[in-house]
T-cell receptor
Framework: DSGVTQTPKHLITATGQRVTLRCSPR?????VYWYQQSLDQGLQFLIQ???????AKGNILERFSAQQFPDLHSELNLSSLELGDSALYFC?????????????FGPGTRLTVL | DQQVKQNSPSLSVQEGRISILNCDYT??????FLWYKKYPAEGPTFLIS?????DKNEDGRFTVFLNKSAKHLSLHIVPSQPGDSAVYFC???????????FGAGTRLFVKA
C-alpha cells in the first residue's frame, strides 16, 4: 500500500459526459502528479501540483483540468469525453515535488467511455 | 515523439538467471533516470534510480547502468525470481524542465 488513494476505482460513462477523479496523497506529501496510461502505452504525464499551485504541465488536453485543494487532495476533471479517453488514470505524490523525489502511485482509476 | 523507448515489449527469463531490461532516450537534457515496477491492478512502485553523474547504481539484486554517450540505460536483476514478474517502466527526468517521461514498459516473465 503506497498510501495514495484514488476514487473511484472504476468509472464507466458515455461520450460527451464529464467526470471527476479524486486523489488523496500520502500523509505529508505536498506534490501530486496525474498520469494517463492508455492501452499498451507508457505513462503519459498530465500535470503536477505542489502545495496547491500548478508546477508542471505535460500532455494534458484542454478538455481536462485539475486542481489541488488546501487539504492537498487533488481532482482531475475530464469533460466532453471521447472514446479515446478510455484509460487508466494514475495519481502519484511526492514530498517536495522534486524530480529526484520518489513518486508514490495510487492504484489508479480505470475510465471506460462508451 | 517518443523520447524514452523500451523496445522490448516483453522478456522471458528462467528463475535464477539474469534479467536485462533496456531503455533508450533521445533528449540529452535528461539528467535523472528511474525504474518503476508495476503489478496488475496496482500502481507503479519505485525500484531504483540513477543520476547522470553516475554510470552505475546498485541496490540488492537490482543494478542500473547508464551509458550517457549512447543515451542508453539498462536494469539488471540478478538472480531473477518469479516474484519479479511484472511490467517495468523506465523513466527519464529533465530536472530543469520539471518533467518526467516514461517509456511504454517491458513485461518481464520469470519462469520457475
Amino acid at each position: 500500500d503506497s498510501g495514495v488513494t484514488q476514487t473511484p476505482k472504476h468509472l464507466i460513462t458515455a461520450t460527451g459526459q464529464r467526470v471527476t477523479l479524486r486523489c488523496s496523497p500520502r500523509s505529508g506529501d505536498l506534490s501530486v502528479y496525474w498520469y494517463q496510461q492508455s492501452l499498451d502505452q507508457g505513462l503519459q504525464f498530465l500535470i503536477q501540483y505542489y502545495n496547491g499551485e500548478e508546477r508542471a504541465k505535460g500532455n494534458i488536453l484542454e478538455r481536462f483540468s485539475a486542481q489541488q485543494f488546501p487539504d492537498l487532495h487533488s481532482e482531475l476533471n475530464l469533460s466532453s469525453l471521447e472514446l479515446g479517453d478510455s484509460a487508466l488514470y494514475f495519481c502519484a505524490s511526492s514530498d517536495m515535488g522534486g524530480l529526484e523525489d520518489t513518486q508514490y502511485f495510487g492504484p489508479g482509476t480505470r475510465l471506460t467511455v462508451l | 515523439d517518443q523520447q524514452v523507448k523500451q523496445n522490448s515489449p516483453s522478456l522471458s527469463v528462467q528463475e535464477g538467471r539474469i534479467s536485462i531490461l533496456n531503455c533508450d532516450y533521445t533528449n540529452s537534457m535528461f539528467d535523472y533516470f528511474l525504474w518503476y515496477k508495476k503489478y496488475p491492478a496496482e500502481g507503479p512502485t519505485f525500484l531504483i534510480s540513477i543520476s547522470s553523474i553516475k554510470d552505475k547504481n546498485e541496490d540488492g539484486r537490482f543494478t542500473v547502468f547508464l551509458n550517457k554517450s549512447a543515451k542508453h540505460l539498462s536494469l539488471h536483476i540478478v538472480p531473477s525470481q518469479p516474484g519479479d514478474s511484472a511490467v517495468y517502466f523506465c523513466a527519464a527526468s529533465d530536472t530543469g524542465g520539471f518533467k518526467t517521461i516514461f517509456g511504454a514498459g517491458t513485461r518481464l516473465f520469470v519462469k520457475a
